[in-house]
């Protein structure tokens, strides 16, 4: 239970999401400002909570982000962290300059990040406390170009679905670097439907995710991602926002979801 909720959470902090421009519209970002709330669920119990402020505008973005554990899981593991990443981009998101930081605390353990990418390429990386050497496998430098952090990720994945639906596409890929794993994920556009969210319907575009290991995975995270996951489902707005309202990852001891609550 612990790793499906771990793997909700990271691909949201989210999370948590083709390439080329369209040629109905470019692929700058529309002016975008959300405040948003998510409630964590396994199975229907609460777990979790996250509040996400994002702002884009004229080719520049800036994403908080707050996450802590709630309720019973405080007692199995205390989660709390914070990040943020600002930046900017002329064309895909994935080629412009931004600094992500992040700080999290598992049951009293500390953990900083801090990436720093210029016109696409990561020009620092900074962990602490860095991982033990000879732990991770070194990634080949230029791997890392066009990946992007774990905030910046839901506005890449955002500009390429709309591209994708603006050029009838059924899927891209966006390059995750986490701070110590670099990975590649794969998505599939589902198509539309309406689903309930908070009890009321809500007009969706529903995509699935699965990933990759590009590099920096330890023997012990490659022999678990060899048995196989289950696809992660994520449902955008099918609206202007074009923002995910819900993530839901079906494990084996029943659904992890996400789900944005209301205003």
């Given at each position: 239970?612990?790793?499906?909720?771990?793997r909700l959470c990271a691909l949201f902090i989210c999370l948590a999401i083709s390439a080329g421009n369209s040629p109905a519209e470019d692929s700058s970002l529309s002016p975008?400002?959300?405040?948003?709330?998510?409630?964590?669920?396994?199975?229907?119990?609460?777990?979790?909570?996250?509040?996400?402020?994002?702002?884009?505008?004229?080719?520049?973005?800036?994403?908080?982000?707050?996450?802590?554990?709630?309720?019973?899981?405080?007692?199995?593991?205390?989660?709390?962290?914070?990040?943020?990443?600002?930046?900017?981009?002329?064309?895909?998101?994935?080629?412009g300059d931004r600094v992500f930081e992040s700080a999290y605390d598992n049951d009293d353990d500390p953990n900083r990040i801090r990436l720093a990418y210029q016109q696409g390429?990561?020009?620092?990386?900074?962990?602490?406390?860095?991982?033990?050497?000879?732990?991770?496998?070194?990634?080949?430098?230029?791997?890392?170009?066009?990946?992007?952090?774990?905030?910046?990720?839901?506005?890449?994945?955002?500009?390429?679905?709309?591209?994708?639906?603006?050029?009838?596409?059924?899927?891209?890929?966006?390059?995750?670097?986490?701070?110590?794993?670099?990975?590649?994920?794969?998505?599939?556009?589902?198509?539309?439907?309406?689903?309930?969210?908070?009890?009321?319907?809500?007009?969706?575009?529903?995509?699935?995710?699965?990933?990759?290991?590009?590099?920096?995975?330890?023997?012990?995270?490659?022999?678990?991602?060899?048995?196989?996951?289950?696809?992660?489902?994520?449902?955008?707005?099918?609206?202007?926002?074009?923002?995910?309202?819900?993530?839901?990852?079906?494990?084996?001891?029943?659904?992890?979801?996400?789900?944005?609550?209301?205003?």
């Amino acid at each position: 239970m612990k790793d499906g909720c771990k793997r909700l959470c990271a691909l949201f902090i989210c999370l948590a999401i083709s390439a080329g421009n369209s040629p109905a519209e470019d692929s700058s970002l529309s002016p975008l400002h959300i405040k948003a709330d998510y409630r964590f669920t396994v199975d229907g119990l609460p777990f979790g909570q996250m509040q996400v402020e994002v702002q884009a505008a004229d080719g520049r973005y800036r994403i908080d982000s707050h996450i802590r554990s709630t309720y019973l899981a405080r007692l199995f593991e205390r989660h709390e962290s914070h990040a943020t990443v600002s930046g900017n981009y002329t064309g895909r998101l994935e080629d412009g300059d931004r600094v992500f930081e992040s700080a999290y605390d598992n049951d009293d353990d500390p953990n900083r990040i801090r990436l720093a990418y210029q016109q696409g390429h990561l020009t620092s990386a900074r962990i602490d406390p860095p991982d033990p050497p000879g732990k991770r496998p070194p990634v080949e430098p230029l791997l890392f170009d066009g990946s992007v952090d774990l905030l910046s990720f839901v506005l890449a994945a955002r500009q390429h679905l709309r591209d994708a639906l603006a050029t009838h596409a059924s899927a891209f890929q966006v390059k995750l670097f986490d701070g110590r794993r670099l990975m590649t994920i794969f998505w599939t556009v589902k198509g539309k439907t309406r689903i309930k969210v908070a009890g009321k319907p809500v007009d969706v575009i529903a995509c699935s995710l699965r990933r990759e290991a590009t590099g920096g995975f330890t023997p012990k995270e490659l022999k678990r991602l060899a048995k196989g996951e289950p696809p992660l489902t994520v449902y955008f707005s099918d609206d202007q926002q074009l923002w995910p309202v819900l993530l839901r990852l079906d494990m084996w001891f029943g659904p992890v979801e996400a789900t944005r609550q209301p205003s």
